[in-house]
DNA sequence: ATCCCGAGGG
DNA sequence: CCCTCTGGAT
């Protein structure tokens, strides 16, 4: 994969995608915080529908804290993994209001310090709260390196590696919802809408499932 | 490697 | 039914 080729990529995902940002719903960086954490291994339909009652209940981490788990697991219990994240999140909370002042830190490993918070979700909140050209490497940003492939890796971490290097700069910042968005209604897990993708001729992937559009069965 | 764990889609 | 959804902690 040459420098050319990874800049068309990025080029027409752009042209394709006007506003490449989140779907979560929120109106401050702690309200990102709290709905990606909710996030894992979740639909961000699944997540807005928690977080729409939620928020205007306990908007900011004072009033979450308070709350409580059983408060917070009242509006999320058609999430999956509800429990833990209850806990996470009134235990998050304690401690943005212990040592940061009920404010989210703008910092890598502040934001993994906190319980729930891992890599990933402290990577989305650097780069879509704060700005940051971070990459946080999911589901689909790791399922589309591996196929277009952008950057090879079995792992996560070495996902992201290759991606931040092979990445254009000038893409870097938006690259994350980029792909996202991509994989969530183009390039799906299952079944990968091909003949519907802007990347079709750039990808090695490419056709594999093309015909089990028409229902058919991949080779 | 395993657990957490609900809803929607195919 | 099985798979997938912006994972993290143990």
Redesign the pocket.
Known sequence: MNKAKREAIFARLQEAIPEP????LYDTPFQLLIA??L?????????NKGTRTLFPEAPDAAAMAKLGIAGVSRHI????????KAK?VVATCEILLRDYGGEVPRDRRAL?A?????????N?VLN?AFGEPTL?V????F?LANRIPLAKGKTVRAVEEGLLKHIPKAYLKDA??LL?LH??YVC????PRCGACVLFDLCEFKGRFAAAEDGGEAP
């Open positions: 940002t989140t779907e979560l990606v954490i996030s894992a291994q979740a639909t961000d339909v699944s997540v219990r058609h999430i999956g993994l509800f429990n833990s996470n993994e906190l319980p729930g918070v891992g890599r990933k979700t402290a989305v879509t946080a999911d589901t689909h940003i399922r994350h919802h996202i994989g969530r799906t897990a299952r079944k």
